[in-house]
């Protein structure tokens, strides 16, 4: 009888796959973090996995492991090796959040630039004179760049071209047959790029160092808009907040960060032309729904013998630019 323990709060239809599957019992830890589930992973031989961390010490105590569901398409914070020494599969979700993903990269690019948070701190105050400084900006078009054109990237340039933005795409891992007529123009190289964008949105996974730094910012045009829905720490942060502050950068929309949640005192909280939320871009109600149902199947069809090739992280593989890692969200 396969045990299961489920970390993290976990929509009510996969909870109910969950009842509803023969011999098959389980532990459900609503907390997410990695402290609140871990003196339970001892009787798991099954894991589905929220956006806490899964360290090797923590591996090192699961005995009876045989796979690890996420829940979602990224997996940066499970440390494979550990993994992969003990021949633990590691499961992904399918393509069930991209989209959502790519609508609330949208949202923060519409709200930085209509400056929605000052107009509404305006209305509340009663500054209604604000509304003559003429902040709020057009996105048609403008231009947008973005980085990694995985799932979430090709959703976001139909979105954007739709507000009749003229799009631009940077990313190295796709091949001359991977940029199809309707979709963005290639940028092949990401100097030229960041000069180029009034706009930019970041879908690439988290790498070694930040992937937009000091460097990078002094490279854009000046007043442009910077979005993140990716990963924290692909963005710097401080420098970012540097870049904000001497009126390189516009203004910036943020759903993730390198410490989540961020401090009360972190730089970017300071100003009115950010906006921010608690990496929920791919947290939508339906999202929500549809991955807690993908992590529970992977886990009962593991144990079936029938789980989907296409959903299985080798831990040995490296990424291709299909990889789920690279579209990753939740």
């Known amino acids: 009888m396969p045990h299961v323990l489920v970390a993290g709060k976990l929509h009510p239809s996969g909870l109910a796959l969950l009842e509803a599957a023969p011999d098959v019992t389980y532990d459900y830890v609503e907390e997410v973090s990695e402290a609140s589930f871990a003196p339970l992973i001892g009787a798991a031989e099954g894991l589905i996995l929220r956006t806490q961390p899964l360290s090797a010490a923590t591996i090192a105590r699961a005995g009876k492991l045989r796979i690890v569901s996420r829940h979602g398409v990224g997996y940066d914070a499970v440390d494979l090796p550990a993994l992969e020494e003990r021949d633990i599969t590691l499961t992904v979700v399918g393509d069930v959040n991209s989209l959502a993903v790519a609508e609330h990269a949208m949202m923060l690019l519409l709200a930085t630039a209509k400056r929605a948070v000052r107009a509404d701190r305006s209305v509340r105050a009663g500054d209604w004179r604000w509304r003559d400084c003429l902040q709020a900006r057009e996105l048609a078009g403008k231009r947008l760049l973005i980085l990694g054109y995985g799932r979430i990237g090709r959703h976001l340039a139909r979105l954007a071209r739709a507000f009749g933005m003229e ?164």
Request: hydrophobic share 40%; glycine share 10%.
């Open 167 to 330: 799009v631009g795409a940077y990313d190295p891992f796709v091949g001359e047959d991977g940029w199809t007529e309707d979709g963005a123009t290639p940028v092949r190289a990401l100097k030229r790029g960041l000069a180029w964008a009034d706009m930019i949105s970041v879908n690439v996974p988290k790498g070694e160092r930040p992937l937009l730094g000091g460097e990078e910012f002094a490279r854009m045009r000046p007043g442009a808009i910077l979005v993140n829905t990716a990963r924290g720490g692909v963005v710097d942060e401080q420098a970012l907040a540097a870049a904000l502050a001497s009126g390189r950068l516009a203004g910036a929309g943020l759903d993730v960060f390198e410490d989540e949640p961020p401090p009360t005192d972190h730089p970017l909280m300071g100003f009115d032309q950010v906006v921010l939320s608690p990496h929920i871009a791919g947290l939508t109600a339906e999202c929500s729904q549809r991955m807690a149902v993908a992590a529970v199947e992977n886990v009962l069809d593991f144990f079936d013998g029938r789980v989907d090739p296409a959903l299985v992280v080798s831990p040995t593989e490296r990424l291709r630019p299909s990889s789920p890692r690279r579209a990753g969200h939740d």
